[in-house]
Structure formats: C-alpha cells, structure tokens
C-alpha cells in the first residue's frame, strides 16, 4: 500500500488542524491505519491508530481528548483531527499502515509498518 499524508502546517497554540492519508488500492479495508510523530533528535512516537473496521481506536496519553482519528473507506483516507494545539505536538507527522486482524490496531512501529512521507505541523505559542 502506498500512503500520502497531507494537512500538516502552522497553527497557533489552541489552534486546530485536520491531517489526511490517502492509500493506494483496494485493500485499505483490509489495513490497520495510525499516525505517528517524530522531532529531530527524538525516536518516532505514537500518536493515534484505528482498527480496519473503524470499530477501535487508541491514542497516546499525550493526545487523548485532543486528537481524534477516523477512516473513511469510501475514498481510502485516514484522517487525524487535531484540537488544543500545543507547542509540545510540533512535529512532522506520519501515517502508517499495518495488516490487521479484526479489531487490532497499531500500537508500535514495526518491520511489517508502511509509512508515508510526513507532512510537518508546527504549533506556535
């Protein structure tokens, strides 16, 4: 599968922004979608993830009751919604795909993980 993420840039502290992946193919139902984040120096981390179904998400303490993380099947695309922006959550964000059983969902990276290329979101304060 191929991803392209999208949405990223600069927003105030408080600020919203809403990332998008597009997959490649007609497999994307058959994919455990995730966004992960990563600032230089640091190990990619990550943020939120949803089961193939769309049925089960998780998130990272850090973001929870911040971000919230959708899939729309119609037009193979995940999406991340993020609100309460803060300067701690800059950083270039990635999507990520993982062959799922039902009801699973990304919790690490991992040699199976496809990613797309990052898109950058930068908070200010």
């Known amino acids: 599968v191929q991803l392209q993420a999208s949405g990223g840039g600069l927003v105030q502290a408080g600020g919203s922004l809403r990332l998008s992946c597009a997959a490649s193919?007609?497999?994307?139902?058959?994919?455990?979608m995730g966004w992960f984040r990563q600032v230089p120096g640091k190990a990619r981390e990550f943020v939120a993830a949803i089961s193939k179904s769309g049925g089960s998400t998780n998130y990272a303490d850090s973001v929870k009751d911040r971000f919230s993380i959708s899939r729309d099947k119609a037009k193979y695309t995940a999406h991340l919604q993020m609100s309460s922006l803060k300067p701690e959550d800059t950083a270039v964000y990635y999507c990520a795909a993982r062959l799922m059983a039902i009801g699973g969902v990304i919790k690490t990276a991992d040699a199976n993980t496809y990613w797309g290329q990052g898109t950058l979101v930068t908070v200010s304060s």
């Open positions: 193919g007609r497999t994307f139902g058959t994919y455990g």
